[in-house]
Structure formats: structure tokens, C-alpha cells
């Protein structure tokens, strides 16, 4: 079974970067396409950015021309880079396929704050 295991999360100000990774224990996920998703406080989980096996990628509206999604097969990773970082984008983000197929890792803390 695949594990993941997200990293990179951290305090920021707002108009800052962050780049978070997902790490997957087997390589089982290079055939299928990723998402990062993410649960703000009192939220439901929301995917904003996922990407297919061969690279094409979509985002969410509220991140598009501002979060990067990647992905390095050979190494079973995803990134995810974050620029221009608002408030709102505090939450917890996980990796994951788009219907959460996989067991949820433990995810990485995001506070975008002053």
C-alpha cells in the first residue's frame, strides 16, 4: 500500500514562498494522477492542483497563476510550488489522487500570517 508522507509547510508573511513535498513509500503512484488538496479550519479538504502522469497539470481557481504542481516519477515525488502566498491559503495540505484513493498522510501545517 502506498504511504505519503508530505513536508515543507512553515510560517510565512503574506507574498511569500513555500514549496511543499510528497513523498510516496512505492512507485505504484507514477502511473496515476496526483493532487495536492488542502483543509483550512472549519473547512472541507479542497483539491487546488493535481497532475497527471505525463505532466498536465490544473489548478483550483483561488491558486491558478500562483501554485506550481511538479512531479518527478523516478523519485516518486510531487511538489507543490507556492508563490504570492495570501492568508487564505493557511491550512493543512496533503497529497493524494483527486478521489483521495490512497491513505491520507499526515499532511504539513501552512500559516501565511504577519
Known amino acids: 500500500q502506498v504511504q505519503l508522507v508530505e513536508s515543507g509547510g512553515g510560517l510565512v508573511q503574506p507574498g511569500g514562498s513555500l514549496r511543499l513535498s510528497c513523498a510516496a513509500s512505492?512507485?505504484?503512484?507514477?502511473?496515476?494522477?496526483m493532487a495536492w488538496h488542502r483543509q483550512a479550519p472549519g473547512n472541507q479538504r479542497e483539491v487546488v492542483a493535481r497532475?497527471?502522469?505525463?505532466?498536465?497539470?490544473t489548478y483550483a481557481d483561488s491558486v491558478k497563476g500562483r501554485f506550481i504542481i511538479s512531479r518527478d516519477n523516478a523519485r516518486s515525488m510531487v511538489y507543490l510550488q507556492m508563490n504570492s502566498l495570501k492568508p487564505e491559503d493557511t491550512a493543512v495540505y496533503y497529497c493524494?489522487?483527486?478521489?483521495?484513493?490512497?491513505?491520507w498522510g499526515q499532511g504539513t501545517q501552512v500559516t501565511v500570517s504577519s
Open positions: 493524494n489522487t483527486p478521489l483521495s484513493s490512497f491513505p
Open positions: 512505492r512507485s505504484l503512484f507514477t502511473a496515476v494522477t
Open positions: 497532475i497527471t502522469p505525463g505532466g498536465t497539470t
